[in-house]
């Protein structure tokens, strides 16, 4: 191998690799063995006391669920219209349209978590005071358990969908035209036209969409911050929510590594299941 | 909780560095902190990466280069804890608040004591100028750690026209006198079918920020801060008792009013709440009453569009509950010194100049809130041209009438206070009943501080 | 009987016409080529058959059925992209078959006609296979396959072999004859390549610029071209053209001078007939002859040695010719050599470019 000139071209890229990745994951790895609590001085390895502790906790298995729950509602219904505005705008030209539906990814988390906030805000929010009431839901979003999860919900789907839409509308403009006409030749509706072309030939965008969006779900935190900050109670605090108030409030740093291990095994597991599933040779 | 601004809305994270360093053999001194264009907006100027002339004034004489970095609160949060548990010494200067970071800062060693700093530069900062509560908020285990920047006391701001429309002649000064103002104002709202306002605004937020609040609830019902058995507030006094929590005990009256109060007064979303909707609700006129973190309510009357909320909010005295104690809400917004800062000498100096009366003085000036850390300043014509020399006085009163330590100050407490301001959340939404939310709080507490060795 | 017929199809995009009234029809069991150059509208017009765009105006029939407005899907047409469109995440057979499937028509039915047509296109090794897997000349199978196995009225080919090599061309071209033999279904065949017309059509539909230049038999139109551009377009190598500087006439008798002071004698059909303007000489009925016999001298520019022939190209006053030898035939550039026509398969252009003699007999 040595002798191969490749080798030694990729080397520095994989030096850099090792680097980027390995080291702060590593890190990460080494924390979350670590007995490392601001509050009780002194920073030493503690086996894995920190898993211990995170399973025993009913929060990590109350975030657990609420993350799944976020994870799973939010991807499907982002699926749904990220394909639906795709494939009603794959042919249009118009350039306003397209920008407007794209506006909300430039619009920081931040933002737009205080802009739900206060539209969905049950006493003076637009939607939340005037809107809802007047169509006869009378609900307060944010302060009630359910509410407040489909509210953030809500929010990372409007802040979001975009992003799969550009994806999915990259992939069907790629698609060649060939494939529609033969299927209508063989006399497909549309509906079998989807099923048929559209999806199979969309399979590895729609893997690739699959793949940030639950990277990005796992790790979705200002938005739910903002919003509700995990709240009422704890009915919209996910995993990244905890994780954050372990570190900063708890100032535990080792339980908070140990989460983030959790999580990095999950998303990594979830990718794999996913490459396993979409990305094969098709 | 802490001071949010109203621009955080917007500004998602401002970072502003100095490019410039006149001479090498000058000190610099970095500071980091939150509220670009706020705080201390007359030495950074609006955008918060200017320097107005008295900052270059202090720079020269002092022979020091002020290097501000202003982020978004919690990224700045974020940024001293990892700046401290790393030991860099990055930044000299640390923004901090009375409600944990103080407390759990000095105990793992990061905050320099000032003590001995103090007679080093008495022009600029003298203790015996502020009011003693801000500093004491600011004491743990017998050593000042910070100095205070921007803080209050408790209070109750209420709209005088809706209390004399129901004859509520005076402001309540017990909670239960408030909890009769209370249905009244309730009833009277029903019976006029005034549905969208309320009598009372609060927070209810999950997270430390309503625990504030809600602890001061906690002391004026027990009359003692309730968490663990005989109300020890150090570690020190809670290891020789070996006292355990309470939140299911003596705790409960407060919690349970809180939440009732909540529920029953406020309006339908608060428990999602912060500081800015209790603010915004107020400003809109849609509350009756603000309390008990009055300042909530100044922050929002100037920019309010409602007449009446400017011509008819008053502020009183915040009621005693049965124990005679009064309802708290006390908090402090201080600075203190890296205990990694290579220049610590320089970095109180500038520590100093930014608390000094003369700075302070001009921060009142610039955001005209009756509330400040020096006497003098609340007498002076900064305050009294604005705002009614008795509402003044009363004001001044609660920053006397305030025990910081109303809740323990210990190592944990950023942690206590989360999951107390949680359990309350979920109280008033619904999502767990009072019991049931103290008795998860209990069993964690409790597991929580025997793990933190207590008890050993 | 007329399987398919068009009658003045007309289609623009936007401000261009690109089909400009076409009208023809194909017998039940022909095989249509339509030829021309690219940008020509052979696409388009195929496109219309099948139902893919519709025509601006006209009509177009199966049979006595008017199918102007029916549905692709309702045409019960066979189409071979020039790209195939096999789906990647689909078998050989599943590919074949996916009208079927459509359709309703259960599995084991579906398998039982993939084995059926695959066994006609030698593919049954191949049933199981994605088209990953395949070489080109097999695609190219499959998706005839595909049109096959719906049993349809009509074959439509987009160049199906452009993506082949030469080879292979040669060899999917017979096939394709031999299947039509075979299944003796109307077929429609776009290419731009005439020797694909040549060699296949019953019947070619020559179009330039969206109109119908000529149409008939190969031999028809290569014989007897209405025009230049039919004459050159047809017929490999090209047709050698010369300008006609001259003319004088005796009755049917023309004497041509063209550049370079050379003269032929033609005759013509009648005495009324215009000035020729052109004359062509196909390569066939071109010869390097011994000076004196040729009608031009020129200099060799190159020989190609195609082994049952040679072709010499020269460079003349009159421009570039191309004549075909006999393979023995011995010819190094650069020698000055005389070119001499076979004058009575001479074709003659008017003004117009319209073909003044006719070679009917031939
Ligand atoms: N969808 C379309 N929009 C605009 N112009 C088109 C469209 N399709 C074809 N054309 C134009 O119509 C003309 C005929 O196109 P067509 O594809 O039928 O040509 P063709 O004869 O098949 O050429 P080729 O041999 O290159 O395939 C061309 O000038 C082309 O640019
Ligand atoms: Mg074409």
Not at chain 1, 36 to 45: C, L, N, Q, R, S
Not at chain 1, 76 to 92: P, R, T, W
Not at chain 2, 71 to 100: C, F, H, I, P, W
Request: aromatic share 12%; hydrophobic share 45%.
């Amino acid at each position: 191998m040595l002798r191969d000139w490749r080798f030694w071209f990729f080397l520095p890229t994989l030096l850099a690799l090792g680097i980027v990745v390995l080291f702060p994951t590593g890190y990460l790895l080494w924390m979350s063995l670590a007995h490392w609590i601001i509050t009780e001085p002194g920073v030493y390895f503690d086996g894995l006391a920190n898993f211990r502790t995170l399973f025993r906790s009913a929060s990590f298995y109350d975030s657990a669920r609420v993350t799944a729950l976020y994870l799973f509602f939010s991807t499907v219904i982002m699926m749904v219209f990220a394909m639906l505005m795709a494939l009603a705008l794959q042919h249009s030209r118009s350039g306003i349209l397209r920008s407007a539906i794209v506006l909300p990814l430039v619009i920081p988390p931040v933002v737009a978590g205080f802009t739900w906030r206060f539209l969905l805000n049950g006493e003076i929010g637009f939607l939340g005071a005037w809107l809802f009431p007047m169509v006869g839901l009378d609900v307060n979003m944010l302060s009630n358990p359910s509410g407040a999860l489909v509210s953030v919900i809500i929010a990372d789907v409007w802040s979001r969908t975009p992003f799969m839409f550009l994806i999915f509308l990259a992939a069907l403009q790629g698609i060649p035209r060939d494939y529609y006409e033969a299927v209508r030749l063989d006399g497909a509706t549309a509906v079998q036209e989807f099923f048929t072309v559209t999806l199979p030939l969309m399979r590895s965008a729609v893997a690739v969409a699959l793949l940030f969006r639950v990277v990005d779900a796992i790790n979705t935190f200002e938005l739910i911050y903002v919003m509700t900050k995990g709240g009422p109670g704890r009915a919209t605090q996910t995993l990244s929510l905890l994780g954050w108030k372990t570190a900063f409030q708890n100032y535990d740093l080792g339980g908070a590594a140990a989460l983030g291990v959790v999580m990095l095994v999950v998303t990594t597991i979830s990718a794999g299941i996913m490459f396993a599933r979409f990305m094969r040779k098709a | 909780m802490s001071i949010h601004f109203k621009q955080r809305a917007l500004v998602a994270a401002c970072v502003a560095s100095f490019a410039a360093s006149p001479a090498l053999a000058q000190t610099e001194i970095n500071v980091v902190g939150f509220g670009a264009g706020f705080a201390w907006a007359d030495l950074f100027g609006a955008t918060g990466a200017e320097k107005t002339q008295k900052l270059l004034d202090f720079e020269k004489e002092h022979d020091i280069v002020v290097n501000m970095e202003f982020a978004d609160e919690d990224v700045a949060r974020q940024k001293v804890l990892l700046d401290l548990v790393n030991g860099t010494g990055d930044y000299d200067l640390v923004m901090l608040g009375s409600d944990g970071a103080v407390q759990t800062f000095s105990a793992a060693g990061y905050l320099e004591a000032l003590g001995p700093y103090l007679e080093t530069a008495p022009d600029l900062f003298d203790p015996a100028k502020v009011y003693p509560p801000f500093l004491e908020a600011n004491t743990v285990a017998g050593e000042l750690y910070a100095l205070p920047y921007y803080s209050f006391g408790a209070g109750a701001v209420y709209r005088k026209d809706l209390f004399d429309k129901y004859g509520i002649s005076e402001f309540p000064k017990t909670t239960e006198e408030m909890a009769t103002a209370l249905q009244t104002l309730k009833d009277g709202f029903a019976a006029d079918g005034i549905t969208d306002v309320y009598p009372l605004t609060m927070r209810g937020a999950p997270g430390e920020e309503p625990s504030l609040d809600l602890n001061g609830f906690v002391y004026a019902y027990a009359g003692y801060p309730a968490w663990f058995e005989g109300g020890p507030t150090t570690p020190e006094e809670i290891k020789a008792s070996k006292a355990q929590p309470i939140f299911t005990g003596d705790f409960k009256e407060g919690f349970s009013t809180f939440v009732n109060w909540s529920r029953e007064y406020g309006p339908p979303g608060i428990a999602g709440h912060t500081w800015v909707d209790m603010m915004n609700l107020y400003a809109q006129g849609k509350a009756a009453i603000l309390f008990p973190s009055a300042i909530n309510a100044f922050a929002g009357i100037p920019s309010s569009e409602v007449p009446e909320v400017k011509e008819f909010s008053a502020f009183a005295p915040s009621p005693a509950g049965p124990s005679g104690k009064v309802v708290q809400s006390f908090w402090t917004f201080s600075v203190g010194v890296s205990a990694f800062s290579k220049n610590k000498q320089e970095a109180y100096e500038v520590l100093a100049f930014l608390t000094s009366e003369d700075v302070m003085r001009d921060f009142a000036e610039v955001i005209g809130w009756p509330y400040t850390t020096y006497p003098s300043i609340m007498h002076s014509p900064t305050l009294t041209d604005k705002w009614p020399t008795e509402m003044l006085d009363q004001i001044e009163a609660s920053f006397y009438d305030a025990d910081p330590h109303y809740f323990p100050y210990i190592p944990e407490l950023t942690e206590f206070m989360d999951h107390i301001g949680t359990a309350a959340s979920s109280a008033i939404s619904g999502a767990q009943t009072i019991d049931e939310a103290l008795d998860e709080l209990q069993s964690w507490a409790t597991e929580r501080m025997d793990r933190a060795g207590y008890y050993k | 009987m007329v399987a398919i017929r068009l009658q003045d199809i007309r289609k623009s995009y936007g401000p261009v016409e690109v089909i400009k009234g076409v009208s023809f029809e194909a017998e039940q069991g022909e095989f249509v080529v339509f030829v021309g150059p690219s940008g020509c509208g052979k696409s388009t017009i195929l496109r219309m058959i099948a139902g893919l765009e519709k025509p601006d105006s006209g009509e177009i029939y199966f049979g006595d059925d008017r199918y102007t407005d029916v549905p692709p899907g309702k045409r019960e047409i066979g189409m071979v992209f020039q790209s195939y469109a096999l789906y990647p995440h689909m078998s050989v057979a599943d590919n074949m078959t996916v009208s079927l499937r459509l359709a309703g028509v259960p599995k084991t039915d579906r398998r039982k006609r993939a084995v059926e047509v695959a066994r006609m296109l030698k593919l049954d090794e191949l049933l199981d296979r994605k088209p990953a897997e395949l070489s080109g000349g097999q695609r190219q199978r499959v998706a005839i396959g595909r049109a096959i196995v719906r049993d349809p009225k009509a074959f439509l080919f987009d160049e199906p072999l452009s993506n082949l090599d030469a080879a292979l061309r040669v060899e999917t071209r017979l096939e394709i004859s031999r299947l039509h033999q075979q299944i003796n279904t109307t077929m429609i065949y776009v290419t731009h390549d005439q020797t694909e017309a040549m060699t296949m059509a019953d019947r070619i539909v020559l179009l330039d610029a969206g109109q119908v230049v000529q149409q008939g038999t190969p031999l028809e139109l290569y014989r007897n071209p209405a025009n230049l551009f039919v004459a050159t377009f047809l017929g490999s190598p090209k047709m050698n053209v010369l300008d006609v500087a001259a003319v004088s006439r005796d009755g049917t008798t023309a004497q041509l001078t063209m550049a370079g002071a050379s003269h032929v004698s033609v005759t013509l059909p009648s005495p009324e007939t215009a000035d020729p303007k052109s004359i062509g000489v196909r390569p066939e009925d071109t010869r390097i002859v011994p000076e004196g016999e040729g009608v031009l001298s020129g200099t060799i520019i190159s020989a190609e040695h195609l082994g049952s022939e040679v072709l010499v190209h020269t460079e003349t006053a009159a421009g570039q010719i191309i004549a075909k030898m006999p393979p023995d035939f011995s010819a190094h550039a650069g020698d000055t050599v005389w070119v001499g026509f076979n004058v009575a398969r001479a074709h003659l252009f008017d003004a117009d470019g319209l073909t003044i003699n006719n070679h009917a007999r031939q």
